[in-house]
C-alpha cells in the first residue's frame, strides 16, 4: 500500500489521527457532544457495507475516539432494509446509525431517521443528496481496470470499450439488474456516450458477471482483460500486487453517494452524531479515499485516488428522479442487448 501510504503522510494523517487537539474539536462536533458521546460510550452501526471494509472504518474512528465502542450489523441491501422495517414496526429498532447504498430504499424510510446537520455540511455536493436527513458518508466511483500483464493498449476513455480490438470476451462487466451500483453506471453510459454505446459495446461479445467481486478474481486471473469496477474493489488487489491498474476516464466518473443517518430511536443519539461528523469529516474522508479506495461527495476533496486529475476528471452523479424513474425501462432494454436473461 506504498502510494496509499504516501499520500496519507502528505496529508498528516499521521499526526492528526494521533490525538484529538483542541482546535481540531469543532471538525467532529463541540466539547459537549464529544464529552456526552464518551459517556454513552457506544454505539449500535447497522450497514449494507462490506463488513472488512466497516471494520477498518470503525478502527480509524476508535483511533480518534476510543472511549466509543462501535457493535456493527451487516446485511446486504434489501436484507438491512426489510430488518429495519420490521424492528421499527415493533418497536424495537436497535440501530443508531444506518450506513446504505441504495438512496432511493432509505428515502422510502425517511420517516424513521431524525434530523441531522454535520458541521461541515456546506462542503458537500447538493446533487449527492436526496433528504436532508441523509449524508453521503460513502461515495463510491467507477474505474476502467485492465490487466497489466495482458493488456498492451490499455483503454484511456469510456469509449474505447467499443473499440473492435477489444472484442472476443477480453471485456467482462457486472450484469445491469445486479443493484444500484451497477444501475448508475448503465444510466451513465446511456445519457453521457450515447443512445448506441451499449449497442456497440455488446456487438464485441461481452463476459457478463453477477457482481464486482467476481468480475475483478476474473480480471486477475487473465480471463478478462478490459472490466469497469467500482474503483474500491479493484483497489485494494492492486496494492495488493495483483497485476491490475485502473483508470478514471475524461468522460466522467460515475459515483454513488451512499445515504447515511441517525435513527429517531437512537439509544446513543450523541455517540451517533459525533461517528457521522467523523466519517464525513475531511479526516474521514480522507481515510476513506487513501485507505479504502473510495471517492468523495466533498466539493473539495481532501485526497485523490492514484491517477485522479482534478483538471481533468470530473464525478457524474445521476438525477434522482431519474435514477427512480429510467431503472425499470432502461435495465429491460440493457438486458435485451446484451442478451442478459434473469
Known sequence: MKHATTMAAALGLAVTLAGLPALAQDEFGSKELIEAAEKEGQLTYYTANFAEVEQEVIKAFNKRFPKIKVSMVRAPGGQLITRIKTEAAAGKLAADVVDHSDRGLMK?????????????????????????????????????????????????????????????????????????????????????????????????????????????????????????????????????????????????????????????????????????????????????ITKLGNITSLKEPPAYPKGWDPKVIKVWVPDFAQFEKLRDPWLEEWNKTYGYRQ
Do not use: C, H
Request: glycine fraction near 8%; charge should be neutral.
Open 108 to 288: 422510502d424510510i425517511e420517516n424513521l431517521f431524525q434530523d441531522y446537520t454535520p458541521p461541515n455540511a456546506a462542503d458537500y455536493r447538493p446533487d449527492a443528496m436526496v433528504s436532508p436527513k441523509f449524508w453521503p458518508g460513502v461515495t463510491l466511483g467507477w474505474a476502467i481496470a485492465y490487466n497489466t500483464a495482458l493488456v498492451k493498449n490499455a483503454p484511456k476513455t469510456w469509449m474505447d470499450l467499443t473499440k473492435p480490438e477489444y472484442k472476443d470476451k477480453q471485456i467482462g462487466q457486472v450484469v445491469g439488474p445486479s443493484g444500484g451500483t451497477t444501475w448508475t453506471r448503465i444510466m451513465f453510459e446511456r445519457q453521457v456516450l450515447g443512445e448506441d454505446y451499449w449497442k456497440k459495446q455488446a456487438a464485441l461479445g461481452i463476459s457478463l458477471f453477477p457482481s464486482g467481486a467476481p468480475t475483478s478474481d476474473s480480471l486477475v486471473r487473465g480471463e478478462i482483460s478490459i472490466a469497469p469496477l467500482l474503483y474500491n474493489i479493484i483497489y485494494t488487489k492492486i496494492v495488493e500486487g495483483a497485476p491490475a491498474e485502473a483508470i478514471f476516464a475524461p468522460e466522467g466518473v460515475p459515483i454513488i453517494p451512499y445515504a447515511d443517518g441517525i435513527t429517531k430511536t437512537a439509544k446513543n443519539p450523541n455517540a451517533a452524531k459525533l461517528f457521522m461528523n467523523w466519517r464525513l469529516s475531511k479526516e474521514g474522508q480522507a481515510f476513506a
